[in-house]
């Protein structure tokens, strides 16, 4: 015990400085071992995944992107498949570059599918714009400035994006392309008035989608510009009609809209009949088209120089609508017009420079006296004594070599050059299981109609043709297509068809008919909403960029 307090008084005797070094070791051993865990806990409270307020949109692991992916495609199936979706062309400023998409995709983000810029607004914006703003995440983790000091940190941190009227507008077709699409495989939709079903259609679900669409979001602006008798204007009782039909009709329909910046297409209301009724000079040969050519390209320089809608497009969005078979040539005033434009022509001739994928084919209907007065209906296949009928001029290359193999050759094949006074050409239509449609000296030909109205299965012998609305109507399943080499060989390629399969085509005809007749006012699938339908899908094809 005495050997106890004996060290004790020595220790005591020890220098302060040899005092406080026994004090200091084992404190700092102490205080790097709490270093030590404090620092790992602290790594494991931001690795973990326990703790909710972690998943806010500052720690998001990958940025936000607008990368757009033009890549997919959808290519109309061999077999009868959508054939609504034609080539896209994506309209830029500048140049216009094909592309095979169907849709538009984002990589991981959340904006609508669009090639768009961003805006920071430092401002509120007012309510007439709120539909225009959307709020996205943004990777903002710098906010953290010092762990030493106490933030809320907070679980969202946006940024204001604005669209204008272009970006908004191609968003919402962008929608309807999805829903065309989706139809395809889709249950039938309801429709008071017709559902289109059977083998007529390529695809009938998806063709109803895209008209319902057109009827609820189409908005066509027409130029005022110009005045009678060129422009606004046309013929209403002749072949040409449907010119005249269809401006009139456009432009007190419910489908025009004088909002020229949320319109998504746009027209031009100039008449090629009246243009060569009225300036074309058959007196003059050389350069007879110089004054109508002139006409339309003073026409869009003027509307070109007003407004902005032509230039931003090139003309894409545009459409002109022509029944005359100069309505190609005239076209041509205007380079930007003939490559870019939509250009529904009756004389649909592809090597004539018409092209399906932008153009559209339109028919060519005969109204005498501007009515449909008697012109539908015939009686049953039974009561039809001849097998096939044709009557007309020897115009263009096909009709001579049809007048030369059957023209007074066989009684079930009556081929003529004119028909004698007493005799009715519709009544022979009338009469006749089939009724022969050539090409004169351009391929429009009022005859396809004309057959189909009477109850006549249609035969058409055209080259380089595109029929009407074949991007929605399955033309071989109610009309035979025979090409010039085969004339000699008509009598065998008709009677060769079975009646059964004569009467489905027969029926069909008749089916496929609304389609084509005008009714004044218009009738939803008629003839004029199927020439804005097929104006429509194209219009579908083509994405516009820019402001």
Not at 56 to 85: E, H, M, Q, W, Y
Not at 392 to 407: A, T
Not at 479 to 497: C, G
Request: glycine share 6%; proline share 7%.
């Amino acid at each position: 015990m005495e050997g106890c307090k004996k060290k004790m008084r020595s220790w005591w005797r020890t220098s302060p400085s040899t005092i406080l070094l026994g004090f200091m070791v084992p404190l700092i051993v102490v205080s790097g071992l709490v270093a030590l865990v404090g620092l790992i806990s602290f790594n494991w409270l931001f690795n973990s995944n326990y703790y909710p307020w972690m998943k806010s949109s500052i720690f998001t692991s990958a940025p936000f992107s607008t990368n757009l992916n033009l890549s997919a495609s959808v290519s109309p199936p061999k077999d009868g498949g959508v054939r609504l979706d034609l080539r896209r062309r994506v309209v830029g400023s500048g140049e216009i570059e094909e592309a095979r998409s169907d849709d538009y995709r984002l990589n991981r983000s959340t904006a609508p599918p669009l090639a768009i810029e961003a805006r920071e607004s430092t401002q509120e914006e007012s309510v007439e714009n709120k539909e225009n703003i959307f709020i996205i995440p943004t990777n903002r983790s710098h906010i953290l400035s010092s762990f030493n000091e106490t933030h809320a940190l907070p679980l969202s941190s946006r940024m204001k994006r604005k669209f204008n009227n272009i970006e908004l507008l191609e968003a919402k077709l962008q929608r309807v392309r999805t829903a065309i699409r989706d139809a395809k495989n889709g249950n039938q939709m309801h429709d008071p008035d017709y559902i289109p079903t059977g083998p007529i259609y390529w695809n009938p679900n998806a063709f109803h989608r895209s008209y319902l669409e057109m009827e609820k979001q189409l908005k066509v602006f027409v130029y005022e510009e110009g005045e009678h008798p060129i422009f606004h204007n046309g013929p209403c009782g002749s072949i040409y009609s449907v010119e005249g039909y269809f401006i009139h009709n456009l432009e007190i329909s419910n489908f025009r809209t004088m909002d020229s910046e949320n319109a998504q297409i746009y027209f031009l209301p100039f008449s090629v009949t009246s243009i060569v009724h009225f300036i074309y000079d058959k007196n003059v040969i050389k350069h007879r088209w110089h004054p109508m050519k002139q006409t339309v390209k003073d026409y869009v320089e003027l509307l070109a120089g007003k407004y902005r809608y032509w230039n931003r497009s090139h003309g894409a969005d545009h459409f002109m609508l022509s029944c005359h078979d100069w309505g190609p040539e005239i076209s041509k005033s205007v380079p930007e017009l003939f490559k870019n434009s939509i250009r529904a022509l009756c004389n649909a001739n592809t090597s004539e420079g018409f092209d399906p994928s932008k153009d559209v084919s339109i028919p060519e209907i005969n109204l005498p006296g501007g009515r449909m007065n008697d012109l539908i209906g015939g009686p049953s296949p039974s009561r039809r004594p001849f097998l096939v009928f044709f009557a007309g001029g020897l115009h263009g290359p096909i009709r001579p070599i049809l007048l030369e193999h059957w023209e007074n050759k066989d009684d079930d094949v009556q081929i003529h050059k004119y028909l004698p006074k007493d005799v009715s050409y519709s009544a022979m239509m009338r009469k006749s299981k089939y009724c022969i449609c050539p090409s004169g000296y351009e391929v429009a030909s009022p005859r396809m109609v004309e057959a189909l109205y009477t109850g006549c299965v249609p035969v058409l012998i055209k080259d380089h043709y595109v029929p009407p609305f074949s991007d929605v109507l399955k033309w071989k399943s109610f009309a035979v297509v025979i090409a010039k080499e085969e004339i000699p060989n008509l009598k065998k390629i008709l009677t060769e068809i079975s009646t059964r399969q004569y009467i489905r085509m027969q029926r069909r005809g008749k089916l496929a008919r609304r389609h084509f007749e005008v009714n004044f006012p218009p009738k939803r699938y008629d003839v004029f909403h199927m020439i804005l339908h097929s104006v429509w899908l194209r219009r579908l094809n083509i994405r516009l960029h820019g402001g």
